[in-house]
Every structure is written in structure tokens, then in C-alpha cells.
């Protein structure tokens, strides 16, 4: 039990600490994943753009932008910009070109979205000093509310983790997304930080298996239920990301994140937590407090889902190109992995040969010939190689193998 317990301590040290291997992408194969001829630097940051999209890199930053939103990266990007020596971890591009670019709108969903207000009863969440103490609680609760009333003239099953003041368990908020066989899980909070100067909205989904969230430092952690969805977590939070974005120019736009937290980690269908504001803050709180800046969030929640919605057929068709791609190149290369094993074999086969009629002669019941046995053991080791040397050598692979087995 107790070499049990510390093989379970050593697992666990090993898969948070086991080192990431980074596959990394050109500037060249970048241009042509973003469907670029060309990329621009502008004496800051590497941009590359089609006819409908834009998207920055910034060297030596992990922030990036896609269509004017911050996004951050799992990678900090690598290299010399001036040279064209420059890279960009696969992980980022995949997900921006899949996860945010590649989804176009099409029949949007109905989906069964399950809300979830953040902290309730003795668990207030952040609380604000100023101008008054306000508990974070009761502003995602009223904003919850107003998000599900929107889904729901849409016609969209909406269902909650609390509707009133209630405190609920972490694991119970994930379990009832998985009860309630939910499409996506959106858990709103706000924000506090020790700097009441801190302003702006943050979304959160899970960072993928290995990698940091961000901000970076904090732990890596192995493969987690909510990585199985790390395409449509990218997408839902993007969507909702951008919908929050745009509805307030003014306050800053803190990016698409990623973080382990519980509710993302362990809840099984797409995820996202946001952050709509900073009650630390006294402006912004009091402008959160406003029913109007209340309304409009929820616009921008619920339009958020509603990109979502018509988006997530087209990515579920272009992930599984992807992995029926992948699959392809991998059964292509166990394919002449095998033929390259096929022709080393080939190269031995007349030493081979010799060996295998040796053994098949020694097996040899004795009482046929128990006397002569030892001669025709010395006239089998010595000619039969030449009889098969040029038929295996000229054979095809699988005729090396046919025969053998007839042998
Ligand atoms: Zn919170």
C-alpha cells in the first residue's frame, strides 16, 4: 500500500514535470497554413493576412493577436525575425488556423448550455473595498440569469449549476454538466486583483496536456478530461472572448488565456470561465453594476455561443480531416518503415537460408536414417543457398515473407 502510494506520488511528480517536446513550424509553413503569400514585419510583429483574417505574432512575446483579439500562446515563439530563422510552436498554429479561423458559419446549433455563476452562500468570491464591499457572488448569478434568458428565447435548453444563493462543490459543478449531458459549460466570474488599477475582460479554457497556462509559470499538468476537447474549447472561448471584446473598446482586452482551473479541467463536454470585469477596481465595478453595461454583457455572452453554435459542425469536420490526415502519414511511414526492414532482411537471406535448413535438418527424426544423417547435414549446409539465393534476392518483399512461411 504504502509502495503504492509513493509510485502514485512518483507518477504524478513526473507527468507535471516530464519535459514537452515542441514541434515547431516556419515562417514559410505558417504563410501557407494562414493561406498567405506573404508575411509582413512591421518593426514589431510578424503579420500575416488574407482577404478575411489578420493575425500577429509579437517575437519573444507569448501574446499574439487573431483579427484584432488577444490570444496567448502555449509557445513562446523562437528565433531570429531579421534572418527569417524564426518559429512558431505547431500547437499555436493548429489552434488558431483550426480552432479560431478555419470554423465558417453555418446552421447554428441548438445546443444545452449549462451556466455556471461563480461561488454562492458562504463562498462570496472576490469582494470589492471600494467604493463599497460587493461580493462577486450576486453579480454572476444576475449575469447568469441574463445570459439563459437570451439562449432561451433562442430556443436553446439552458440549465444551471445554482439559481440561488447557494454555495456548490467544485467536482458537483463539473458533475452536473456531465449529468445533464450539457453541449458546453460557461462558468462566469469576475476579477480581483491586489492593483486596483487592474481593468478588463479575461476568458479562460484549459491549456493543452504539457503545456503551461498563462501566465506562464504556472504548472504544467498531464492529460486532463477537458483536453479531450481542446479544439472546441479554443473556439467557444475565442468566440465568447471576442463578443466581450467588442462590446467595450475602452476596457482592456486581457486575451483568450489558458489555465487548469477545476471546472475546465474536469468537466467532460467544450469549456470556458470568464472574467467580465475587475471588482477590485471601484470604476469598473461601478460600471459593471450599471444595468445597461449588465445587459450588454449578456449580449455579448450569449452572441458568444450563438458564433458557437454555427461554427462547431464545420470544426468538427475539419478536425477530423485532420486526424484522418494524420492517420494517413503515419500508416504511410509504418508502410515503408516495413519495406526498409523487408530489404535488410532480403540482404541476408542466403546466411539466413543456410542457418534454417541446418536447424530443419537437425530436427530430423533419426530413426530414418540414423547413420547417414550426419553426411546429408554437411551436404544441406553446403548447397542449398545456391538453389534460393537468386529467388530471394530478386523476390518481392512479400514473397520473402510467404516464404518463410511455407517453411
Ligand atoms: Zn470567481
Avoid at 143 to 156: D, K
Avoid at 227 to 241: E, Q
Avoid at 301 to 327: C, H, M, P, Q, W
Wanted: aromatic share 8%; charged share 25%.
Amino acid at each position: 500500500m504504502r509502495i503504492g502510494f509513493i509510485a502514485l506520488l512518483c507518477c504524478a511528480w513526473l507527468q507535471s514535470h516530464a519535459q514537452t517536446v515542441v514541434h515547431w513550424r516556419t515562417l514559410k509553413q505558417a504563410e501557407v497554413a494562414f493561406g498567405c503569400t506573404n508575411c509582413l514585419w512591421d518593426g514589431d510583429s510578424i503579420l500575416f493576412s488574407n482577404e478575411t483574417d489578420t493575425v500577429r505574432f509579437y517575437p519573444g512575446r507569448r501574446r499574439a493577436s487573431v483579427n484584432g483579439n488577444t490570444v496567448w500562446l502555449n509557445v513562446l515563439p523562437e528565433g531570429n525575425v531579421s534572418n527569417g530563422d524564426w518559429r512558431l510552436g505547431a500547437i499555436d498554429l493548429d489552434f488558431i488556423k483550426l480552432g479560431i479561423l478555419t470554423a465558417t458559419n453555418g446552421e447554428p446549433k441548438q445546443l444545452h448550455v449549462m451556466l455556471d455563476p461563480g461561488h454562492g452562500g458562504v463562498d462570496g468570491g472576490a469582494q470589492s473595498k471600494a467604493p463599497f464591499v460587493f461580493s462577486e457572488k450576486h453579480l454572476t448569478l444576475d449575469l447568469a440569469r441574463l445570459v439563459g434568458a437570451r439562449l432561451e428565447e433562442a430556443g436553446m435548453k439552458v440549465t444551471y449549476t445554482r439559481t440561488n444563493d447557494l454555495a456548490i462543490a467544485l467536482d458537483d459543478r463539473s458533475g452536473a454538466a456531465r449529468k445533464a449531458k450539457a453541449d458546453i459549460f460557461v462558468s462566469i466570474h469576475a476579477n480581483f486583483s491586489p492593483n486596483a488599477q487592474s481593468s478588463g475582460t479575461e476568458t479562460f479554457v484549459i491549456n493543452p496536456a504539457g503545456y503551461p497556462g498563462t501566465p506562464e509559470g504556472s504548472r504544467a499538468r498531464g492529460f486532463q478530461i477537458g483536453n479531450a476537447n481542446d479544439y472546441l474549447n479554443t473556439l467557444l472561448g475565442y468566440n465568447i472572448h471576442s463578443r466581450l471584446v467588442e462590446m467595450d473598446s475602452k476596457a482592456p482586452d486581457r486575451g483568450l488565456k489558458r489555465q487548469s482551473f477545476f471546472v475546465l479541467r474536469e468537466t467532460s463536454c467544450p469549456a470556458v470561465l470568464v472574467e467580465i470585469g475587475f471588482l477590485s477596481n471601484p470604476s469598473e465595478l461601478l460600471k459593471m453594476l450599471e444595468p445597461e453595461w449588465m445587459d450588454t454583457c449578456a449580449d455579448s455572452i450569449a452572441e458568444g455561443i450563438f458564433d458557437y453554435a454555427s461554427k462547431v459542425d464545420a470544426l468538427n469536420v475539419a478536425v477530423r480531416e485532420k486526424r484522418n490526415r494524420e492517420f494517413e502519414l503515419k500508416k504511410a511511414k509504418v508502410e515503408k518503415e516495413k519495406l526498409v526492414a523487408a530489404e535488410k532482411i532480403a540482404k541476408v537471406v542466403p546466411v539466413a537460408e543456410t542457418n534454417i535448413a541446418t536447424v530443419v535438418q537437425a530436427e530430423q527424426p533419426e530413426q530414418d536414417a540414423p547413420v547417414t544423417n550426419t553426411v546429408e547435414k554437411t551436404v544441406i549446409e553446403e548447397k542449398p543457398a545456391e538453389k534460393i539465393q537468386p529467388a530471394a534476392t530478386n523476390a518481392s518483399p512479400e514473397s520473402i515473407f510467404d516464404f518463410y512461411s511455407k517453411k
